[in-house]
């Protein structure tokens, strides 16, 4: 049926043509191929893709295409015998890359608009001056504006290695609008092969102009990056910013809070796997709360068992919560092996947005970041509106007051511990989405976090947010210039200092202590 079809789609080549692609040298066949390619002859399509499958053989000058046991002439579509002495097409690297190439080039006609874009973004690697007939024919026939434009910057791209000096010149000012990296690239492989002055001075301009504006690109691509990463110590520090910054305890053991959670959400994932294929792409959706439970349930029996008793005792809570750290490393291991684990983002959270040209931004970040600020405005109106979070603003100003007036504060101490656990949950199912899962998940963000809650102010929850993103940003923008090893020294100075200078961080608490 397949070789009926294309039988019937190539008759309307000549026996000389097909003959010509098909056999003979490269560079003749190439020539061949080019030639008939200009006349933008939609029946041409089949036959290479036939050539591409190796299914034509030659004889005597002439071509078969041989599919599924039937011959068929490659000229007339007849069917034909297949003579004794046919040989294969052999088609080398270099013409296959042609033959995709003419395939791409024949799309520039399309009728379907979707189509010619695709055409123009493959030829933007494999277009050459044999392509340019077909090229100008697409220019002078095409409509639409934004493809017209591509076609024009596709033609000069082509004529930028024309043997002609003043084509590449002309090609090289055509140039000079593109925001492309893939023209940025072409523009510096010419420019070290130009040997005419002239055309090397005119290659530079629109070097310098392509760059400008890609330069916008990589600008907001850092500052995106920047905030993603702000987004992620954000939602780490956040549960310490309960658990350090307004309970005072330093909890050693919340990145392997975070683990939890993270090793929740591959649960989940898992189980929907098994028994809940079809809605797949909601698993994430039942994970949230599942990874809040999960860690606040362990922060509740950590906070039970062991951290009430050592509040006011900084050095032995720090010890104690560091060994639990340990112990909770090692029961994950036990429980799913020491290698990483991987969890698989759901389709509407892979690929992402094209901004720009060289600025994509990935669709697992973008929700991250709405993620971050949907947990930061729940726990602002938590602490600032609930009855707990008043009861916890209480118990933090002034203990002894908060129990004379009927404040169950073993109870506030747990339930406010469990939440900050639950928020390191959180983060632990928000970075399940943008990198592996393993037992040392906590161990990367552990000092990042402490860092972000002193340098925004102790107890203060305006302080971490501010601090958490203008890190993500100084770190991204330092690594664009030092380096990523050299970025984390120079922010850790950079705190060291701060903090020097300013020992109660960004945001400073209002008034006086009701302890001291």
């Not at 050693?252 to 939890?260: F, N, P, R, S, V």
Request: glycine share 10%.
């Amino acid at each position: 049926m397949v070789a009926l079809c294309c039988a019937s789609a190539v008759h309307a080549l000549t026996a000389e043509q097909v003959g010509k692609i098909a056999a003979g040298e490269s560079d003749d066949r190439i020539a061949a191929l080019n030639q008939a390619v200009v006349s933008a002859d939609p029946a041409l399509v089949p036959f290479i893709q036939a050539l591409l499958d190796d299914a034509v053989k030659t004889a005597a000058g002439k071509a078969y295409i041989v599919r599924d046991g039937k011959v068929l002439d490659a000229a007339t579509g007849a069917p034909a015998v297949l003579p004794a002495d046919a040989q294969d097409v052999v088609n080398n690297n270099r013409m296959r890359r042609e033959l995709d190439a003419a395939v791409a080039a024949l799309g520039l006609v399309s009728p379907d608009r979707e189509a010619r874009a695709k055409a123009i973004a493959a030829l933007k690697d494999q277009a050459d001056e044999g392509k340019l007939p077909l090229i100008d024919k697409a220019v002078a026939k095409e409509a639409d504006a934004e493809l017209k434009a591509q076609l024009e910057l596709l033609r000069a791209a082509v004529l930028i290695s024309s043997a002609d000096p003043d084509k590449r010149k002309l090609a090289a000012r055509a140039l000079t609008g593109s925001k492309s990296p893939a023209t940025r690239s072409l523009l510096l492989e010419r420019l070290g092969t130009e040997a005419d002055p002239s055309v090397k001075a005119a290659i530079q301009g629109a070097l310098d102009s392509v760059q400008g504006q890609l330069a916008w690109g990589e600008r907001l691509g850092v500052l995106f990056t920047g905030a993603s990463l702000g987004s992620i110590l954000l939602l780490v520090a956040l549960g310490l910013a309960i658990t350090y910054g307004l309970m005072g305890v330093i909890n050693m053991a919340h990145g392997e809070l975070m683990m939890i959670g993270a090793y929740a959400t591959y649960v989940v994932q898992n189980l929907f796997k098994a028994y809940l294929p079809g809605a797949f792409d909601a698993y994430i959706l039942a994970a949230i709360p599942l990874s809040f439970a999960a860690s606040a349930l362990v922060g509740a029996v950590l906070e039970r068992g062991v951290i009430r008793f050592l509040y006011g005792r900084p050095l032995e809570t720090l010890l104690a919560t560091w060994g639990i750290s340990l112990v909770l490393q090692q029961a994950v291991r036990t429980l799913f092996g020491a290698q990483n684990v991987g969890v698989e983002n759901p389709a509407w959270m892979s690929g992402g947005v094209q901004v720009l040209p060289n600025l994509v931004l990935p669709y697992n970040r973008i929700a991250i970041i709405v993620f971050a600020a949907l947990v930061l405005s729940g726990m602002a109106l938590l602490i600032g509106r609930t009855r707990l979070g008043l009861f916890v603003r209480g118990v933090t100003q002034n203990r002894r007051m908060a129990a004379c007036v009927g404040v169950n504060t073993a109870r506030v101490d747990t339930m406010a511990f469990s939440l900050g656990a639950g928020i390191a949950g959180l983060a632990g199912c928000a970075l399940s989405q943008v990198g592996n899962v393993g037992p040392d998940l906590g161990q990367g963000y552990i000092v990042d976090s402490f860092m972000v809650v002193v340098l925004g102010g102790v107890g203060q929850l305006a302080g971490t947010v501010y601090a958490a993103l203008g890190l993500g940003v100084l770190n991204k923008l330092l690594e664009g210039w030092a380096g990523a090893v050299l970025a984390k020294i120079m922010v850790l100075v950079f705190i060291v200092v701060f903090i020097q200078k300013r020992p109660q961080g960004l945001f400073a608490v209002k008034g006086r202590s009701a302890e001291a």
